[in-house]
Nanobody, 123 residues
């Protein structure tokens, strides 16, 4: 069973930066595809970015150039470095994992989810 735990959320001013972490349990983390999604209350969970096990990355258009996904296999941890934040980035951020397949923007492709971490960007 894979468990994912996000951390690093908080309150930041517009234009600022924040780094989220997703710590994963399980010995096969390095072979998983991982992703970040975000959700605002009352709206559907939306794709942020994803990384396949080889390190290939895709991003949502809205965050491309501002957000960076990375992974440390030795620490079983994935990161989301966010910069140039705007109030529109305010959401609960979730990490997700899938044991097979490539990076995907589809929610249903992911088997494992963290509990989420709140990011609030003030104007």
């Amino acid at each position: 069973q894979v468990q994912l735990v996000e951390s690093g959320g908080g309150l930041v001013q517009a234009g600022g930066s924040l780094r989220l972490s997703c710590a994963a349990s399980g010995p096969t983390f390095s072979s998983f595809a991982m992703a970040w999604f975000r959700q605002v209350p009352g709206k559907e969970r939306g794709f942020v970015g994803a990384m396949n096990w080889k390190g290939g990355i895709i991003y949502a258009t809205s965050v491309k150039g501002r957000f960076t996904i990375s992974k440390d296999n030795a620490r079983n941890t994935m990161y989301l470095q966010m910069s140039s934040l705007t109030p529109e980035d305010t959401a609960i951020y979730y990490c997700a994992a899938r044991p097979s397949g490539g990076a995907s923007s589809a929610i249903d492709d992911y088997s494992y989810w963290g509990q989420g971490t709140q990011v609030t960007v003030s104007a």
